[in-house]
C-alpha cells in the first residue's frame, strides 16, 4: 500500500516557475515507479513524466519536454516535478501516482495509487 500527498502548486505567471512535491508513505515505494499527470478543465486526465524506481529512467509528454523535470529522493519517500517556463495552458491539477513495477509508465490505468492532486494555475 502507498499513500501519496502533493503540495506546491499554486498561481504563477506565464514563465514563471513551481515545483510540485509527492510525499509518499508505505514500504513499497523504493520499488515502484512513479508518474505525475494532470487534468485540465474540461480534459481528461492525460500523462506529464514518470520516473523508474531508481530515478535512472524518466519519460515526459511532448508538451512539456524541456520544460518540466522529473525527479525523486528515496530517502525522502518524494517525487518531484520542476516546472519552469510555464504556460497558460499548463493550468490544471496536477496528481502524483506509483505502479507496482518498477519501471516508467505513461497511462492512467497502469498506476495503482494516486494522491488528491494539487491545482497550478499559471496567468497570462
Known amino acids: 500500500q502507498v499513500q501519496l500527498v502533493e503540495s506546491g502548486g499554486g498561481l504563477v505567471q506565464a514563465g514563471g516557475s513551481l515545483r510540485l512535491s509527492c510525499a509518499a508513505s508505505?514500504?513499497?515505494?523504493?520499488?515502484?515507479?512513479m508518474g505525475w499527470f494532470r487534468q485540465r478543465p474540461g480534459k481528461e486526465r492525460e500523462f506529464v513524466a514518470a520516473?523508474?524506481?531508481?530515478?535512472?529512467?524518466?519519460y515526459y509528454a511532448d508538451s512539456v519536454k524541456g520544460r518540466f523535470t522529473i525527479s525523486r529522493d528515496n530517502a525522502k519517500n518524494t517525487v518531484y516535478l520542476q516546472m519552469n517556463s510555464l504556460k497558460p495552458e499548463d493550468t490544471a491539477v496536477y496528481y502524483c501516482?506509483?505502479?507496482?513495477?518498477?519501471?516508467?509508465?505513461?497511462?492512467?490505468?497502469?498506476?495503482?495509487?494516486w494522491g488528491q492532486g494539487t491545482q497550478v494555475t499559471v496567468s497570462s
Open positions: 520516473i523508474s524506481w531508481s530515478g535512472g529512467s524518466t
Open positions: 508505505g514500504r513499497t515505494f523504493r520499488f515502484s515507479g
Open positions: 501516482a506509483a505502479h507496482s513495477a518498477p519501471d516508467v509508465r505513461t497511462t492512467p490505468n497502469e498506476y495503482n495509487y
